[in-house]
Nanobody, 120 residues
Framework: QVQLVESGGGLVQPGGSLRLSCAAS????????MGWYRQAPGKQRELVAT???????NYADSVKGRFTISRNSAKNTVYLQMNSLKPEDTAVYSC??????????????WGQGTQVTVSS
């Protein structure tokens, strides 16, 4: 079992910043990609950003230039720095990761989600 614990959500004014963190714990052999997804009310979940074990990143067009994803592989932790936040960024943000529990045994895990609200 792999547990993901997210933190850092909250209420922020438009133009403000927040930093989300997600720490993975459990019996983990290796982690490949870590990422963030979000789901706004009445909308489908969408990819926000991902980062591979090699450090390659991918961003949704809507957040490019404003959000930065990073990871600390030694701590099995992924971060999402969100700047210049807009009301349309309001959503529940969930962490996702995949890897191996042991050699040849893959896993995919989701966090419980953290609410980000951008409002004046």
């Amino acid at each position: 079992q792999v547990q993901l614990v997210e933190s850092g959500g909250g209420l922020v004014q438009p133009g403000g910043s927040l930093r989300l963190s997600c720490a993975a714990s459990g019996s983990i052999f290796s982690i490949n990609t870590m990422g963030w997804y979000r789901q706004a009310p009445g909308k489908q979940r969408e990819l926000v950003a991902t980062i591979t074990s090699g450090g390659s990143t991918n961003y949704a067009d809507s957040v490019k230039g404003r959000f930065t994803i990073s990871r600390n592989s030694a701590k099995n932790t992924v971060y999402l720095q969100m700047n210049s936040l807009k009301p349309e960024d309001t959503a529940v943000y969930s962490c996702n990761t995949n890897g191996q529990l042991r050699l040849g045994v893959p896993f995919i895990s989701w966090g419980q989600g953290t609410q980000v609200t951008v409002s004046s």
